[in-house]
């Protein structure tokens, strides 16, 4: 008998790796697709990360590696936490694992029990509610819109904390808006997380190098919550190393042994030839980073300029990553040879169809009048998308 799990019938489908699968199609039919969906750097990985991977195999590191990572990896991610955030951390507070979604999981999954409740702000990342449900919690969104850039305020905070609230997720820079959170607006969270002795944060910051307002802020740097914050990062954004799948997770330890004991059952030690990759990345002086800072920097600048002349798009100034989320309520209701635009993901598929564009519509994101663009990909295909776009809304009536 055919027969799934309710876990898993409960799960909803990755939305951004779906429309990534239908671009697919469709440019396999001949049909030239520009793929604005996919959430990952353009770039290829920098060479002497590559060549720390070729010395690894030929050094025959393939054997299977510490359930929590490598020494020499911990004591790398330690001095990166040190070097660049000012954050005092030991290797036994570091667990590392196949991805920062890996970390994620890990983590909700060690503190959440069943009905616990976990405030997540949107727009959030697809996979934090699902990964909620997953620990069998209850995901409590707080909506939040382009006129807050994006942000919660500390008043919608407080009225979302409950005596069954144990987890604040929050994501700066921010998939899908590109909002970051100012140092004011984080101590101002953190003060509000002091009053509540339960409350874990969990703080994604794989978006950290990808940041055009200058230094990162992490909200694990106020002092009367540190033990309280997880910080999550990695390597896929900042350095172009999404295939290599190493993620970390920072955190007391008591939570770090937490994760050690439910990764040795699950995955053990992720890939060694990739943790010693890893290591070059983290303890690399920065210039590959700022390389891609500045071209995701230039390509955030064409977009926000290129969509705010088509009528319909409203937007935000992103502060970094590397998407724009505009609002796009104004084409509801018109048509399209007959078929009406009832919603965002009836308008992806229009973009998809007709401009042969591919983007996520904002309900994968929790927040339904929206579109996620990436400008992860070379200037004169966005230029392109831009105009392919422009065109097709003119067809809407």
């Known amino acids: 008998m055919e027969k799934v799990s309710a876990r898993i019938n409960a799960l909803e489908e990755s939305q951004t790796i ?5 671009s697919r199609e469709l440019a396999s039919q001949g049909i030239d697709v520009i793929n604005l969906s996919v959430g990952e750097p353009d770039f290829f990985t920098p060479d002497f990360v590559k060549a720390a991977a ?3 195999i030929d050094e025959n590191y393939s054997f299977y590696t510490p359930v929590p990572g490598y020494k020499e990896l911990q004591e790398a991610i330690c001095g990166k936490l040190k070097r660049e955030n000012n954050l005092d951390f ?45 620990a069998e919690g209850k995901s409590i969104v707080i909506e939040t819109g382009i006129d807050s850039d994006f942000k919660i305020t500390p008043k919608q905070l407080e009225a979302a904390i409950t005596p069954k609230t144990r987890v604040l997720m929050l994501c700066s820079p921010s998939n899908p808006s590109g909002s970051i959170y100012t140092h004011n607006e984080l101590k101002a969270i953190a003060d509000i997380v002091a009053k509540h002795p339960n409350i874990l944060v969990l ?36 350095y172009a190393m999404t295939g290599w799948r190493i993620g970390f997770s920072a955190s007391a330890k008591w939570i770090a042994k937490a994760c050690n004991k439910l990764q040795g059952q699950q995955t053990s030690g992720v890939c060694s030839i990739a943790q010693k990759a890893a290591v070059a990345a983290f303890n690399s002086d920065g210039s590959t980073v700022k390389e891609m800072q500045v071209a995701f920097k230039r390509r955030r600048d064409f977009m926000v300029d290129a969509f705010s002349k088509i009528k319909g798009f409203r937007l935000n100034m992103p502060g970094g990553a590397f998407y724009i989320y505009p609002e796009i309520s104004y084409f509801f209701g018109k048509q399209y040879n007959g078929q009406t635009i009832k919603n965002a993901d009836d308008f992806a598929m229009f973009l998809l169809n007709v401009a042969h564009v591919a983007a996520v519509p904002g309900s994968a994101f929790g927040t339904p009048n929206y579109i996620r663009f990436s400008y992860a990909t070379a200037d004169e295909k966005l230029k392109q998308a831009a105009e392919r776009i422009a065109k097709a809304v003119e067809q809407l009536k």
């Not at 779906?18 to 239908?22: G, I």
Request: hydrophobic content about 40%; some cysteine; glycine content about 6%.
């Open 18 to 22: 779906a429309m990534s699968q239908k």
């Open 54 to 56: 070729k010395k690894a």
């Open 90 to 134: 030991t290797p036994d507070q570091i667990v590392v694992s196949g991805g920062a979604k890996h970390s994620l999981s890990n983590v909700l999954m060690c503190v959440v029990d069943k009905g616990d409740e976990v405030i997540v702000p949107a727009p959030y990342w697809v996979s934090y509610v699902e990964l909620v449900k997953l």
């Open 203 to 238: 703080s994604d910051e794989i978006y950290e190098h990808i940041n055009f307002t200058g230094k990162h802020e992490s909200i694990a740097q106020f002092e009367n919550i540190r033990e309280r914050v997880i910080i999550i990062n990695g390597v896929s954004k900042g």
